[in-house]
């Protein structure tokens, strides 16, 4: 299901931000940054934005912000960049100061460059967490694909790594 654009955005964002993304059933869907900056001591992701998005819809552009919780997250957590709300397809419309119970208590990301998992600052973690998304700047053509496949009731996730038990679409 496209993403309809709306106005575009150029500010500076925050970590609390939530924002609204528009399908083209337009209905609306919520998302959070929860994260800003540098990723990790090799900084892959400078400038790089951690966001949530939720299965959370609504008719209209304000969310019920005590609805966007973990536990109803859409798709795993993914890092992105400022130019989607340039464009319009992501657009700020609330902010709330996060708390811990805004955040899940571990960020697991598939790392294709040490096929394992790690956290959102690049820290190895033993096992893989779910939700578990990928370590990359996510694509504007990666995430309308997870975002459909979310949408239509099937499985969203990062990689298993290769000495996974479990292999991938396993869950």
């Known amino acids: 299901m496209p993403l309809q654009r709306m106005k575009g955005q150029r500010r500076q964002h925050e970590v ?33 934005i951690l966001a949530y998005i939720y299965d959370v819809s609504s008719s209209a552009p304000e969310p019920d912000l005590t609805s966007l919780m973990p536990d ?26 996060l708390e811990a119970s805004h955040l899940l208590k571990q960020h697991c990301f598939y790392d294709a460059s040490t096929e394992g998992y790690v956290d959102e600052n690049d820290n190895i973690i033993p096992e893989r967490v779910e939700p578990c998304g990928w370590f990359a700047l996510t ?15 099937r499985p969203v996730h990062g990689a298993y790594a290769r000495n996974s038990s479990e292999p991938p679409g396993a869950s």
């Open 16 to 48: 609390g931000d939530v924002f609204a993304l528009q399908l083209d059933d337009s209905s609306y869907r919520f998302g959070r940054i929860v994260k800003i900056g540098e990723s990790g001591p090799q900084g892959r992701f400078p400038g790089g």
């Open 139 to 153: 694509n504007f053509e990666h995430f309308q694909h997870e975002l459909d496949e979310a949408l239509a009731g």
């Open 72 to 97: 109803r997250l859409l798709l795993p957590p993914f890092f992105t960049m400022n130019w989607v709300w340039q464009k319009g397809y992501f657009r700020t419309v609330a902010h709330e100061e």
